[in-house]
């Protein structure tokens, strides 16, 4: 596939003449070509976001409404390809991609097509002094959109779509590691009668194309997904520039089971939320925290269902665990199997890389599960977003409440008990953004999303994203 920007409603080649490879991880292999975008081709988005801003925020609600559901339509009409492409590009199970990933993007569109009709501002009657207040919400401009390669499409339209349902023209960025379905975002747009300029598309490396939209001064607003490092230097150019930020980070989130919890529905829940899009995704519970009397009974079980599921070619429909999406990641990922050796921790299921028939240049990895005796080692305390688990017991509340909050990260946490005044005092005490109880990953698009302390700063979904697009600003009325 030979990807282009899109710019202007325009498909072109990149200012440079220069492209980057695109590998494929079932097999190692490159297949195709992205553009390696740099400052020119970010100044002409820009140029084009702002030509087009005019136009688009003085559209009526109704009209961005109905643009944004054609290209939601459009999304699941073409479902298959898109499932097929995203599998393809990241190495994800098709299953996945057709179960969760299109369907979401799809309904990242819906969802902000009907919330803009219904997002209010408000108003202040200041009594006693004659005056009314109310508050305007104007698009920013501008907008900035990075998105990483774990949930490639749903995570880069969960960004689109409130930005240009809240009136604003976008320059986005997807992961040059995953960059296919953005592009075939982009032709979606085009038929689904987006006008040109409100959103443009910019292919590239994080350090050139990244860095050049974060700098930006036109640009007035990012919205940025991705690791916490990246997290920190986009801080670091941006602050000073006084742009908005919305950063949603790593994580690095306890799965915290009691013995009074439904069992069965806690253990195959467990099984998703460690290994889900093999475990590349910052919301999966990488830390498992399992209360003592049942400890040894669960660490049986749970290695008997991981042992069930199925390392394979990602587009085969039996496949639950598929590609990790490229090989320095693999590298990443592997080097934390060999850290436990170091750090004292005790491998019980997994660590070894797979070589699936006709595709041994793969990036398969085991699932893999480590005992692990304290929280403090670095397995426990560095985000590692692959498919390891470590498993540790503890004994009273108070014990879990600490192992859980000993993390500079705060994402989100998972609690399984059916003790009510026990799901309280963890609601309460957790240092998360997210608490599951005796649940994993069931979202509401209409909630905040988003973490604590390293994990971010600001809040995704909801009216809190349309509130993140928008700029408040106050009219103070006097009468007489
Ligand atoms: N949602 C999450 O929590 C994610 C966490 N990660 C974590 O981050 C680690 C590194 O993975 P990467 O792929 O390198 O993630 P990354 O955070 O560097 O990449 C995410 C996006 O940011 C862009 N980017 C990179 N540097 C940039 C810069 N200086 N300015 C602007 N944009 C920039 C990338 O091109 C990509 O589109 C992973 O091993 C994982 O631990 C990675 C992806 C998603
Ligand atoms: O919004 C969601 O449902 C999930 C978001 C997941 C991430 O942001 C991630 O894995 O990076």
Redesign the pocket.
């Known amino acids: 596939m030979q990807i282009k920007n899109y710019i202007n409603g325009e498909f072109i080649a990149p200012v440079s003449g220069e492209w980057i490879d695109n590998y494929n991880p079932s097999n190692g292999e490159v297949y195709g070509k992205i553009p390696n975008s740099d400052k020119a081709d970010v100044e002409q988005a820009v140029l084009a976001a702002e030509k087009a801003f005019t136009n688009w925020s003085a559209t009526t609600l109704d009209y961005r409404s109905n643009i944004l559901k054609n290209i939601s339509d459009l999304i699941l009409e073409n479902l298959p390809e898109l499932a097929e492409v995203e599998s393809k590009d990241n190495g994800k199970p098709i299953s996945l991609a057709k179960e969760i990933d299109i369907p979401r993007a799809a309904s990242n569109f819906q969802f902000f097509a009907n919330a803009i009709t219904q997002f209010s501002s408000e108003a202040h009657e200041s009594v006693g002094l004659h005056a009314v207040n109310f508050t305007l919400r104007e698009p920013v401009g501008v907008v900035g959109c ?5 949930l490639p499409l749903y ?1 880069f339209t969960w960004k689109i779509a409130p930005a240009i349902a809240a009136g604003n023209c976008v320059v986005a ?5 995953t960059p296919a379905t953005a592009f075939l975002l982009s032709k979606i747009c085009e038929k689904a009668g987006l006008p040109k300029g409100v959103l443009n598309i910019v292919h590239g ?3 050139t ?3 050049a ?2 700098s930006h001064p036109k640009i007035k607003a990012i919205s ?8 920190a ?2 801080a670091k150019i941006a602050a000073p520039m006084f742009k908005k930020l919305s950063l ?4 690095k989130n306890p799965n915290i089971v009691f013995a009074d919890c439904n069992y069965d529905k806690m253990l195959a829940t467990t099984v998703r939320s460690s290994f889900a899009n093999q475990g590349q995704i ?1 919301l999966c519970g990488s830390r498992i925290f399992v209360e003592e009397n049942i400890y040894e009974k669960f660490k049986s079980d749970f290695i008997d269902k991981v042992a069930q599921l199925k390392i394979g070619h990602p587009s085969k429909n039996d496949t639950n665990i598929g590609a990790l999406v490229s090989k320095e ?1 693999l590298e ?1 990922v592997k080097s934390y199997i060999d850290l436990a050796q170091e750090e004292g921790g005790k491998l019980l299921f997994g660590g070894k890389r797979v070589e699936v028939d006709n595709y041994e240049n793969g990036y398969y990895l085991q699932p893999t599960i480590i005992e692990v005796s304290t929280n403090q080692c670095r397995l426990n305390q560095e ?3 692959g498919p390891i688990v470590t498993i540790m017991p503890f004994k009273t509340d108070d014990d879990a409440l600490a192992l859980a909050n000993d993390t500079k990260y705060g994402l989100s946490a998972t609690l399984w008990t059916n003790n009510l005044n026990r799901t309280m005092q963890f609601s309460k005490q957790l240092k998360t953004g997210i608490v599951w109880v005796n649940t994993w990953m069931l979202r509401d698009l209409r909630t905040p999303f988003g973490g604590q302390k390293e994990s971010g700063v600001g809040r995704e979904g909801g009216f809190e994203a349309l509130r993140f697009f928008t700029e408040p600003k106050n009219i103070c009325i006097k009468y007489d």
């Open positions: 990075i998105s990483p390669w774990n995570l960025k997807p992961s040059e590691v490396l994080g350090s194309t990244g860095q939209i974060v940025f997904t991705g690791g916490t490092k990246t997290g230097r986009i949603e980070l790593g994580g910052c990641h990443k985000e590692i977003f």
